[in-house]
């Protein structure tokens, strides 16, 4: 159809619609998109050209770049091939790269930018599993550098007692020189702390009724002033609380914290930015007993909304744990008609005095200084997601040889450098001479944990500390379990040690085995002789002492941490050389055990058989322990993986020393079952071992399953760990097989929490009751008389009714607290489950088999 362009306008439009119809459209859409898209491709490509030549000459005008900065220091000058640059650059890279000293000032707009390259990087934040927090607080310890520190003190009182007490405090806040920590024979840094002066100024303290304030104006948001010298100033709340059932003075200000934290409007810690603070409450034992939980009930909530106003669970300014005094006067064995609040108001004082030093010191409430330095990281509980790096240059002791066959160069580079050290064993008599003329501490010694390496940055991010060259400490599980009051290990209910008065310790990292269990990963190192560096006994004893009191610290402000037990922590009563690697292996752990009960610190040695001349040479302990992982040579092999090509003949030699030792102290075996490894039928076998070493005490514990990969690459699966009922069973039956071979042993404790149960000797078996307790005063006592004494001469009271056989074994005086999904049900259905997979595994073989 053609259109007739002469026509009026009018009939033409009429035409024109009357053309344009669908079907129309698209026919011509189909005639014409070829050329259409050619058209916008040419089009494109135009435009781009264009950019391209843009880009280009603005290239060739830009100038040069001379140096790059990185972490605030220039690169030397570019070389003239890539080659040689790469070389200048690489060990200049190779560590974290870090924000500039300086920001590089901005260029004119007209002008190219020159000068210097500045590269920042930021740190990696860690990732929280589990629920979302609502709102991340700001960094808590960037503080100042210059600022004052006013105190303020609140209280409620109905009968004015509790103002009286607050208006003592404010008079005797650091007003001596009294320390937390205890006088030892080797001094520590510690020991001087109060004496440090203070480079922060406290301004006098101010003394608050709560009944008598506006809360909005010290409790929506933290005070904001200036002092007098124009610093800013920081402020520490202090609140005395006494505890009432009925018109309790405390209601009102308890329903402001919660309606505070509650409120929409209002940050979620509008109290971040307070320095710190502390709870300390009056009640009466006689009302409120501990044990139904209300004893300081308004104190202990007090405490804990004022720790969600200032962090909550992204971290608290609690300076100190919340403080508990009791007016009853029974609970005073001279029956004050104040009880015990004097004392422990006064206690409570003395180490919220130490945390207000500390914050005063260093700004922070973690401690910033060297001697107060210390993560708790990498804990066998973390709940923190940290990104791992691969330590594919990690390898044990043994591996050197071949790793230098493979690497020639190696060896030369090293010979070069330095002299090699003389190839002695100081845990031998030639060793023993060479470590009397200096040998040991020869700067040619390597370190057996040297601070660069990756067995170094393993063992610190499990949360060891490493001291000197081959010592570490760390904080057991059950000390932070006790100083919650949730229950002690089993060493409590079987001999009397309580768990946060104990230090867990060793003095040599390194290991002769590689037990398929051990919990430390596969990271310590390992090796038969001891040709290190050897630190000094003092050293190590003011190393493991200063590492625990930093351990403890850190826990200060840990919800559910009891002060009174947090006071006690700092009083060490027990080590424990068992943390890891051999303690016996150490060439002065004879000095070093000599330290320990010098200053009333108890000793529980453990050992693995496979070191019978330590062994024999060994001084007196408080408890001497022999691990017993196996019946037999070959499961022996298999689960504990010795080092040494005589290990069986080590493993008897010490069995038959631990024989002649037991008249002159306690002597332990400890066996830890792994199912499918050491259980199954080796129970006679077992019952030979008891025969030959005829221990005080056999522990039979199930094997804790550590969940790493060195775990599963050894077979260890959580089907390896039985169930107590399975380690009763056992025990039960070892017991009949002892009683029929005439041996006079009896089940004596247990601790079902920690899946342990004691076999003791009935020379401990007195007036028709257990005496597994130790009694350690005793036990120093008959040191200092310097002559022999037998382990009956040191038994303390009798073992408490409810660490008998058949009652648990859990301290009624704490609570027992279950993690999500344990407790008898999840214990229940976990067993239920072990039961299925192993009803599965069998019908695999069958099939297989068939």
Known sequence: MAFDTEEPGAQALEKLLAFLRVSDVIELWHECRAAIFVAV???????????????????????????????????????????????????????????????????????????????SGHKKKLVKKGKKLRQAPAPQDEEEDDFDIQIYIFYTSLTGSTAQYAEQLKNQLLSDKEGIYPKFSVP?????????????????????????????DYFVSAPSATS?????????????????????????????LQETHNDFRIDTAPLRSLAGFSVFGFGDSSEWPESEGKFCQDAVAIDKWLGKLTGGRAGSRRMFPVGMGDVNPVSTKECKESGNAIEKLHEWRIHLEDAMREY????????????RAGVESGDEDSDVD?????????????????????????????????????????????????????????????????????????????GYEIVGSHSGVKICRWTKSALRGRGSCYKFSFYGIKSHL?????PSLSCSNKCVFCWRHGTNPVGTTWRWKVDPPEAIFRGVVEGHYRKIKMLKGVPGVRADRFSEAFRIRHCALSLVGEPIFYPYINEFLALLHGDGISSFLVCNAQHPAQLRALGPVTQLYVSIDASNKESLKKIDRPLHRDYWERFQECLDILREKRHKQRTVFRLTLVKGFNVEDEVKGYADLVERGLPCFVEIKGVTFCGTSSAGEAGLTMDNVPFYEEVVEFVEALNAELE??????????????????????????????????????????????????????YIGEPTPEWANWGNGGFDPSDERVYRKGKGPDGRAKAKEAAVARRMEKEAEITVSAW
């Open 360 to 371: 005063a010191e260093t700004g922070e409430l973690g401690g910033g200084s060297e001697w």
């Open 228 to 256: 007098k010298a124009g610093k800013k100033v920081k402020y520490i709340y202090l609140v005395i609380a006494p505890s009432y059932e009925a018109d309790s003075p405390n209601a009102a200000f308890l329903y402001h």
């Open 740 to 793: 029929r071979r005439g041996l006079e042993y009896g089940i004596g404790a247990e601790h079902a929490h920690s899946c342990c149960v004691l076999l003791a000797s009935k020379r401990f078996f007195i007036d028709g009751k257990w005496h597994t307790l130790i009694h350690y005063e005793r036990f120093f006592e008959l040191l200092k008389e310097g002559r022999e004494f037998g382990p009956e001469e």
């Open 502 to 506: 104990c230090m867990e310790t060793t």
């Open 386 to 462: 940290v990104e791992e790096e691969p330590e594919k240059d990690m390898m044990d002791l043994e591996d050197l040889g071949g790793m230098i066959n493979r690497a020639p160069d190696v060896l030369k580079k090293t010979s070069t450098s330095c002299s090699a050290p003389l190839p002695v064993d100081f845990t031998t008599p030639a060793g023993k001479i060479a470590l009397a003329a200096g040998e040991g501490q020869s700067a040619s010694r390597k370190d057996m944990v040297p601070k660069d390496g990756v067995t170094y940055k393993a063992l610190t991010k499990q």
């Open 41 to 119: 491709a040419v089009v494109i490509i135009f435009k781009f050209q264009k950019w391209l030549q843009g880009e280009k000459a603005s290239a060739e005008t830009a100038q040069p770049l001379d140096s790059v900065t990185i972490s605030g220091k220039a690169t030397p000058e570019p070389k003239e091939n890539a080659q040689d640059l790469a070389e200048t650059l690489k060990p200049t890279l190779k560590p974290t790269l870090k924000p500039a000293l300086k920001p590089t000032p901005k260029a004119s707009s007209t002008s190219p930018k020159s000068g210097p390259k500045v590269i």
């Open 188 to 216: 520590t840094p510690s020991n001087f702390l109060p004496e440090v002066p203070i480079s922060r100024t406290f301004l006098p303290p101010q003394i608050h009724n709560l009944e008598e304030i506006e809360l909005d």
